[in-house]
Each structure stands twice: as structure tokens, then as C-alpha cells.
């Protein structure tokens, strides 16, 4: 392991961006106006014209929830390889760690929020869409892990289009895998948070994702499990209006509370605080 | 044999489907309904009976045999109340001590807007979460297709057994050559690559035994030794055991 990783806070690296990206501007995908990356980012990254919530780094979706260099990161050396020999998957390993500039799908460690201790992972949408392949499901399961043995609740932010299929079934038994150490989490009596983002979908959606004791989403964030093309294949017509929409699926009474990003922290704050942690 | 006629020959039609295990297999088999939520699924068929001398449990995804029967089992899909049926019936096993017997065979979960809206995400992650502290032994086969997530929702087994021509896939060959490739064409490449025989699996130590097709009465005596065996297991190693198989499933 090399030296330096011992000491990084997840600050050091996110709250710095040269001026060449703070006087760039992006084209909303929603209201295609030009909006400023610099007030993208003092709002949260939600457009300031239309409040669409644009998709955020794991490590800076950590910060903006916990407090101050209080993240301390695990199992941060942990990267994925091609087992199976599966075709272009090396390839892609390659080009996800240079998208996301992480070495995997999920950042997972220890942290405050409000002074509160807590486990906190989060999933990054530009590691091959934020995939669940062996290793993320390692790193997620060892989390659970260390917080039922240090008895702290775990907070996890998921976005995934489900289980990493260059890996195969090790892949699909990562579901289990983290659905058991979820269960032995919650018999020890600990609390865990799941805060799912746009998307959130396939195989974590139905493991990890919807075994919250508490389960909050992002406004508009797509939660499901089958692909919405898929379905629209399979019915052979178009789907309603706001399927699968974290707003529908509260209806349909899978989500206990919708929470947009600037409260996100604080919202929080108050569950740890209710049950004592 | 090439993995994708593998695929192919677990998908079809004239292979001996659920009901023809639980009826070659097991004794006054008495079918129960509904998840106690919402409804009663035709796609799980599961109820309790004898295997010889022990009471037991067993669930089966159930595909049908002609065409009204399969309308009826909706092929083997299942909504979540599919799920949440072989769920309570599973606790109900844990409650009086039987084992429960799964056998697998689906393309996948439904998928639906109904079935989403109905929670087949939440339906299927509570079977994993449940089955990871079921304190009765469970036995999972896969008897023909093992599609994904719809076939891990019944596989969180103590014991998971694989046909010698079952496949069981993260993914199907041709979704996965469409996402890579834009293209199903390729399915019969990807089929290798995805690792999905028994033989491969076996290999991966991702299933613990290969079973003779065409063999059902062997089938039954098999089952039969091995549920007696994680029965004289007391519950707490059971569970540990079964932990551990999940826990140590990575590299």
C-alpha cells in the first residue's frame, strides 16, 4: 500500500479543481441551457435554471455529507480483475479507472455527520455505471462487516445499473453476499441508511438498495429493476408516465422519503440523532 | 456441446419441468396459495409433503407444460408475490422444523410495470436477506434455466445443485451480446465467456454438485441424504456455514 493512502482525506483531492474547469460551462441535459460548472457547484450540483440534479463523484457525494475531514477511507486498494477472461473487460476496467479516476465502482469508510460516527460507502455512476462485480460487493460486505463489529450505523448512497456482467455469477452472488452481511448488521440491532440516486437499478436494486431500515432517494432518480427498455420490449408499449420515478415509487410505498440534495446532510444528521448514534 | 446449446437445450420445451420433480419425488404433496399480501402466483408452485419419511418444504418455479399451462404459470416469471409466497413458506418451514427443497427454473423475474410497482427489487432482496438467517436447511436445484435474478431469489441455499445440461447466468447470452455489441448475434460467444454450465460453475466452487439428467428417482435419493445430513446440523452452524459459503464468493 503506498504511504500516501494512509493519510488521504477525501478533501484534499475533492475540494480542489483548477480554474480551467471553474470558468467552464455545460449545457443542462434537461433545460440545454449553458449554466456555469462553478454554480453547478455551490448548488449542489443541481441546475440552477431547471433544479435537475446532475450525477456526482462518490467522493464528492462523501463530502457533501459528512463533516469536515472526518472520512477516513477503507479497503481503498481493492480493484477488480478479469477473472473469467471475459472479452474487452480489461479494457473497460482501464477506462473506468480513468473515467472516475477510482479504483473501483465504490468508495467505502468511516466517517461523522453532525458528530455523529457512521459507515458511509457510495457508489460512483462513471465506474462502468457504478456496476456490481466481486469487488464492490467485498468492499461493501466488509463495511458491514466492521460496522456491526464496532456497532455503527452504516449510511450507503447507491447508483447501479445492477450486477457486473463481465463477471458472471461471481457477479449475481455479490446480491447475496451483502444481503446476508446487511442482515447480520441489522440483527446486532445497528441502523442503515440507503439513500438511492439516479439510477439505481438490476441487482442492487434488489439486494442492498431495498433493504434499508430507513430507505430515502433523490428527487427524480430512476429506481427499478428491470431496464425501462426492457419492459417497454417485453409489453410491447410505452410506459406510464413517471414509472419507476423515486416520486412513484414512494406511492407504491417502497421509499419512506424523498430528500432533496441541499437537506440530504442534515436529514440525516437528524435520523443518527434519533437513534442515538 | 457448445455453452450456448446449452442455453438453448435448458429452454426447451419437452424437459421435465418443477412439477415433474415434486410429483417424482415427493409424497402426498399438498400445494398451498398466495403470499397473504396481494395475491397467489401461478409462476412458484409450493406447498409441503414427504420425501420418504421427512416432512419438507419445496418450492419450484414452474414453467407448464402446454401452451394454457404456461399462460397460466405466466413461463415461469414471477411476480414478487411469486417471491413473498416462497418466502412465508419458507418461514413457515423454519417455524416446524422441515427443510425446504427449491427447484429453479425461470428465464428471470417478470418483468413488468406491475411487477415493479408491486416491488420485484424489494421482493426479491427480502428472500436473499431472509434465507441468509433461515434456521432450517435449505437445497436449491437448478433444473433447467437459472435466469439471473429471478433464480437467486431461490438460490440462497445451503446447498446449491445444478443439472449437468442447466444453465445459470447473470445475465441471457443475448441481452448481454446486445448491451456489448449492439448486436444478439453474438450470444454463442458470450455464452462462454459468461461462465454458465454446471461444469463451469462447479469449477468456479460456485455450486456444490453436478446432478444426472433423466434420473429422477437417483435425484430424489440424493436430496434425500443430504437434507438428513444439514438436518443433524445443529441451527447456529448451519447458519454460519451458510455465511460462509457467500461470504467467501469473490477473488
Known amino acids: 500500500m503506498e504511504l500516501r493512502n494512509l493519510f488521504l482525506k477525501a478533501n484534499n483531492e475533492l475540494e480542489y479543481s483548477g480554474n480551467r474547469i471553474r470558468s467552464r460551462k455545460v449545457t443542462c441535459k434537461k433545460c440545454q441551457k449553458e449554466v456555469s460548472v462553478a454554480k453547478i457547484r455551490k448548488n449542489n450540483f443541481v441546475c440552477p435554471n431547471c433544479g435537475h440534479y446532475f450525477t456526482v463523484r462518490a467522493r464528492r457525494r462523501i463530502l457533501m455529507l459528512t463533516d469536515k475531514r472526518s472520512f477516513v477511507e477503507l479497503c481503498r486498494e481493492y480493484e477488480s480483475k478479469n477473472v473469467l477472461g471475459f472479452p474487452e473487460y480489461d479494457s473497460k476496467l482501464q477506462a473506468a479507472k480513468e473515467k472516475s479516476r477510482e479504483n473501483e465502482g465504490v468508495i467505502c469508510g468511516e466517517a461523522t455527520i453532525g458528530g455523529h460516527s457512521c459507515c458511509i460507502f457510495a457508489m460512483d455512476a462513471n465506474f462502468m455505471m457504478g456496476s456490481m462485480g466481486a469487488i464492490v460487493g467485498e468492499k461493501i460486505t466488509n463495511l458491514f462487516e466492521y460496522a456491526t463489529e464496532k456497532s455503527l450505523p452504516v449510511i450507503g448512497i447507491t447508483v447501479s445499473g445492477g450486477a457486473r456482467m463481465q463477471e458472471g455469477m461471481i457477479s449475481l452472488m455479490q446480491m447475496s453476499k451483502v444481503s446476508a452481511a446487511v442482515k447480520r448488521h441489522s440483527n446486532n440491532g445497528n441502523l442503515y441508511i440507503a439513500l438511492l440516486t439516479n439510477p439505481t437499478t438490476g441487482g442492487v436494486n434488489a439486494s442492498f438498495a431495498m433493504l434499508g431500515d430507513i430507505t430515502l432517494a433523490e428527487p427524480d432518480a430512476r429506481i427499478g429493476f428491470a431496464g425501462p427498455r426492457v419492459i417497454e420490449k417485453t409489453l410491447n408499449r410505452a410506459l406510464p408516465k413517471g414509472f419507476q420515478k423515486a416520486e412513484r415509487v414512494l406511492e407504491c410505498g417502497f421509499i419512506d422519503a424523498i430528500v432533496p440534495r441541499d437537506q440530504q446532510k442534515a436529514y440525516l444528521e437528524k435520523i443518527l440523532k434519533i437513534h442515538n448514534c | ?251
Open chain 2, 1 to 251: 456441446m457448445k455453452d450456448y446449446d446449452i442455453v438453448l437445450g435448458a429452454r426447451g420445451e419437452n424437459r421435465p419441468t418443477a412439477v415433474d420433480y415434486i410429483n417424482g419425488i415427493v409424497n402426498d404433496f399438498m400445494e398451498f396459495h398466495g403470499d397473504r399480501y396481494f395475491g397467489d402466483d401461478g409462476a412458484v408452485i409450493a406447498g409441503v409433503g414427504f420425501l420418504k419419511d421427512m416432512p419438507i418444504t419445496v418450492i419450484g418455479i414452474e414453467k407448464g407444460k402446454n401452451t394454457e399451462d404456461r399462460i397460466a404459470h405466466n413461463f415461469g416469471s414471477a411476480h414478487p408475490e411469486g417471491y413473498r409466497k416462497a418466502l412465508r413458506l419458507m418461514k413457515q418451514a423454519e417455524k416446524f422444523h422441515r427443510p425446504v427443497l427449491c427447484f429453479v427454473d425461470t428465464a428471470g423475474a417478470f418483468c413488468g410495470v406491475d411487477a415493479e410497482e408491486r416491488g420485484q427489487g424489494r421482493a426479491i432482496a427480502e428472500n436473499l436477506y431472509e434465507m441468509s438467517d433461515l434456521k432450517t436447511p435449505i437445497l436449491s436445484i437448478v433444473i433447467g434455466e437459472g435466469g439471473s435474478g429471478g433464480a437467486l431469489a431461490l438460490s440462497h441455499s445451503d446447498k446449491i445443485w445444478m443439472l449437468e445440461d442447466a444453465y445459470f447466468s447473470v445475465v441471457s447470452p443475448e441481452s448481454c451480446a446486445n448491451i456489448l455489441w449492439k448486436s444478439t448475434e453474438k450470444a454463442d460467444v458470450v455464452a462462454d465467456a459468461l461462465f454458465l454450465t454446471s461444469e463451469k460453475l462447479y469449477k468456479l466452487g460456485l455450486i456444490d454438485k453436478i446432478c444426472k439428467k433423466d434420473d429422477i428417482t437417483g435425484l430424489g435419493e440424493d436430496i434425500y441424504s443430504e437434507l438428513k445430513k444439514l438436518c443433524a446440523t445443529d441451527e447456529e452452524t448451519l447458519v454460519e456455514q451458510r455465511y460462509q459459503k457467500f461470504r467467501n464468493i469473490g477473488y
